[in-house]
């Protein structure tokens, strides 16, 4: 049974709007997030090389998060999800990144998260 979990990267330097526009269309997600990214209704296609995987946008707000389940995932609870906050003190921009992992593979899946965050602060210089 997967477990839920979730990762907090905060983005010095950047905008909601920016970072907003990094997780919510096709060119940012291509720019970190897969190779080529593609959307007909609400099914997006991610490709990695010559691999593809499906997710359907289950949830969104604009400016806020994007929240989606991967179509060949067997677990109906399961999901990504990236939100957008501002941290009221220092006024840092946070990505928060919610998902789910089997025990056995949390610390691979976590590690595939944080090289995927390095390459959207590269980027967008963050």
């Given at each position: 049974m997967k477990e839920k979990f979730e990762l907090e990267y905060v983005l010095n330097n950047v905008s909601v709007s920016i970072l907003w526009s990094s997780i919510s269309t096709l060119q940012g997600l291509s720019e970190w997030f897969a190779d080529k990214v593609s959307v007909e209704g609400n099914i997006y296609t991610f490709q990695w090389g010559k691999s593809s995987q499906q997710a359907e946008?289950?949830?969104?707000?604009?400016?806020?998060?994007?929240?989606?389940?991967?179509?060949?995932?067997?677990e109906e609870q399961t999901y990504f999800e990236f939100r957008i906050s501002v941290n009221e003190l220092t006024g840092d921009v946070v990505l928060t990144i919610t998902d789910f992992a089997c025990p056995d593979e949390k610390e691979?899946?976590?590690a595939l998260w944080n090289k995927e965050v390095g390459k959207l602060r590269k980027a967008y210089g963050l």
């Amino acid at each position: 049974m997967k477990e839920k979990f979730e990762l907090e990267y905060v983005l010095n330097n950047v905008s909601v709007s920016i970072l907003w526009s990094s997780i919510s269309t096709l060119q940012g997600l291509s720019e970190w997030f897969a190779d080529k990214v593609s959307v007909e209704g609400n099914i997006y296609t991610f490709q990695w090389g010559k691999s593809s995987q499906q997710a359907e946008l289950k949830h969104s707000r604009t400016g806020s998060y994007l929240q989606f389940r991967w179509l060949d995932d067997e677990e109906e609870q399961t999901y990504f999800e990236f939100r957008i906050s501002v941290n009221e003190l220092t006024g840092d921009v946070v990505l928060t990144i919610t998902d789910f992992a089997c025990p056995d593979e949390k610390e691979e899946l976590v590690a595939l998260w944080n090289k995927e965050v390095g390459k959207l602060r590269k980027a967008y210089g963050l």
